[in-house]
């Protein structure tokens, strides 16, 4: 992201403070610093990590234990999920809120009722389940995708939860002390170089995992693979949160939805036969066992983003498969460092 927000705006300055817990993120910060961005190991659930920052104008606050799963399942308790995701989001206000810094929060497709998901009226359609548009839809869903009026009634996981509560939060700072947010509800985002596990950025996960011939499953839903999501790339993340600091609009629409869109939207059978085009034939195991919080369908609106600041997805889907692809290629070991 660092990266294609400097692509895109001459003279820009950029600092990063992350505590490099995450397998593989270490090997990123010999990178940064040659793109000129200033890094600073920290936590930002220390507040005492915010005191050697220097002051700007913007804050991008992508920080989050990602796992539609953590404080379920996996490493991380529920209390350390809300230490990361939540608490962490109070040093962030304070900082903005001492610097008069704009916030740019990444939120997540992910606030949205899973049980409100899980019954829209789809139809199979090949290998992918199709939103049945012709059936009658609930507020906030069309054939254009899930918008920011659709449900946020619980249960939407605990990671959701934690996501929603900050921007509740960020919205009332921004209120109280006068300094502007732009709240994002990215889809998937995904891209060459991103450390993807099957729980985060299954895109990158599943193309690395099956050049390797490792193990794939399709789990839940019959088994078959067809639950779909939209992708896009850090690119087009970069280009609406450079649309965003750009805007001076002090009121009205705060919250946006974000994502690859129809055109950009691919199942997991898809995504395999993609990979199989590519790599050689590769047959994933059917686990028809249902999984916490998993959904069928998600595809995320981008008219309102659309109308606001001009913004479209411009990196088609293959480009964007093909990019982490070649990485793929290019990093034999990839999987490794990502902690697999």
């Not at 049980?115 to 059936?135: E, W």
């Not at 732009?182 to 729980?199: K, M, N």
């Not at 019959?222 to 690119?235: S, T």
């Amino acid at each position: 992201m660092a990266e294609c927000l400097l692509h895109r705006r001459e003279g820009l300055s950029i600092y990063g403070i992350d505590n490099l817990m995450r397998p593989g993120s270490e090997s990123n910060r010999g990178r940064l610093q040659k793109l000129g961005v200033k890094f600073f190991h920290g936590d930002i659930r220390a507040a005492s990590d915010f005191e050697s920052l220097p002051a700007v104008d913007w804050v991008i606050d992508a920080a989050a234990n990602p796992s539609v799963l953590a404080g379920v399942q996996g490493d991380f308790s529920s209390r350390q999920l809300f230490e990361h995701n939540l608490a962490s989001a109070l040093n962030v206000l304070e900082y903005s809120k001492a610097h008069k810094a704009g916030l740019l929060l990444l939120s997540t497709s992910r606030v949205y009722s899973i049980p409100a998901l899980v019954s829209l009226p789809l139809r199979v359609n090949g290998n992918a389940f199709q939103l049945d548009d012709a059936a009658a839809l609930p507020p906030g869903v069309s054939s254009n995708g899930v918008g920011i009026e659709f449900s946020t009634r619980a249960p939407i996981s605990l990671y959701g939860s934690t996501k929603l509560a900050c921007e509740a939060v960020a919205l009332e700072y921004g209120e109280a002390f006068d300094f502007p947010v732009w709240i994002d509800r990215c889809g998937v985002l995904a891209g060459a170089g991103q450390f993807g596990t099957p729980d985060q950025g299954i895109f990158s996960y599943w193309i690395n995992a099956h050049l390797r011939r490792r193990p794939l499953r399709y789990i839940g839903f019959d088994g078959a693979g067809k639950q779909v999501r939209d992708v896009f790339h850090p690119r087009d993340l970069a280009a609406l949160l450079d649309a965003q600091m750009q805007t001076t609009r002090t009121a009205g629409q705060r919250i946006y939805t974000a994502g690859g869109g129809p055109e950009n939207a691919m199942s997991l059978a898809e995504l395999n036969a993609w990979c199989d085009a590519r790599f050689g034939p590769q047959v994933p195991q059917p686990d028809p066992r249902p999984r916490p919080y998993d959904i069928p369908w998600l595809i995320m609106d981008n008219c309102d983003a659309q109308r606001t600041f001009g913004w479209r997805v411009e990196v088609p889907i293959d480009t964007l498969l093909s990019e982490i692809a070649e990485h793929a290629e290019r990093n034999p070991d990839w999987l490794e460092k990502s902690g697999l």
